[in-house]
C-alpha cells in the first residue's frame, strides 16, 4: 500500500514536471522568435526539442500561457497567433507576404484623442496597422 502511494506520487511528480518541461520549451520557442507564430509553427519547432509532444499539449500550454499572461493572443482574421512580447506594443501586418511587426506608440495620447474625439474612455488600445511593408513597395 505504501509503495503503491509512492509510485502514484511519484508518477505524478513526473507528469507535472514533465508538462512543465513542455510549457518551458513552448513558451521559450514563442519568446525566441519575432514571427508571432501560429500553434502548427510552434508545435513543428517544439518537436526539434521535444519529438514525441502532441499537438493538443502544444494548444493547451499556449492557452494556460495566454491566460496567465507570460504571452499574447492575436486573431489575425481566422488565424490564431502568438506573441512572446507581452509589454504594450502594436503592429503593423503587410497584406502582400502577412508579416507581422512589433511597433511601439504613445497610448497615453491616443487615450487622450480618443476620449475628447469621441466622448468614450478606452481602457486598452490594442492596433494593427494593416498595409505594406517596403519589401513590396
Known amino acids: 500500500?505504501?509503495?503503491?502511494q509512492i509510485k502514484s506520487k511519484s508518477i505524478k511528480f513526473i507528469l507535472i514536471m514533465r508538462n512543465s518541461l513542455q510549457r518551458d520549451s513552448i513558451k521559450n520557442v514563442?519568446?525566441?522568435t519575432k514571427c508571432h507564430p501560429t500553434a502548427d509553427w510552434v508545435y513543428k519547432e517544439v518537436r526539434k526539442l521535444i519529438p514525441n509532444i502532441s499537438l493538443g499539449t502544444?494548444?493547451?500550454n499556449l492557452s494556460q500561457l495566454s491566460d496567465n499572461g507570460l504571452i499574447k493572443t492575436i486573431q489575425d482574421g481566422s488565424v490564431t497567433r502568438y506573441d512572446g512580447n507581452v509589454t504594450a506594443h502594436h503592429h503593423l501586418k503587410c497584406y502582400r507576404c502577412e508579416n507581422i511587426k512589433d511597433i511601439n506608440l504613445n497610448?497615453?495620447?491616443l487615450k487622450k484623442i480618443i476620449r475628447s474625439k469621441f466622448d468614450f474612455v478606452?481602457?486598452?488600445?490594442?492596433?494593427?496597422?494593416?498595409?505594406?511593408?517596403?519589401?513590396?513597395?
Open 1 to 4: 500500500n505504501f509503495c503503491s
Open 30 to 32: 514563442v519568446c525566441s
Open 58 to 60: 502544444v494548444y493547451r
Open 107 to 109: 497610448d497615453l495620447k
Open 122 to 137: 478606452p481602457s486598452d488600445i490594442e492596433i494593427t496597422v494593416i498595409g505594406t511593408c517596403k519589401k513590396h513597395k
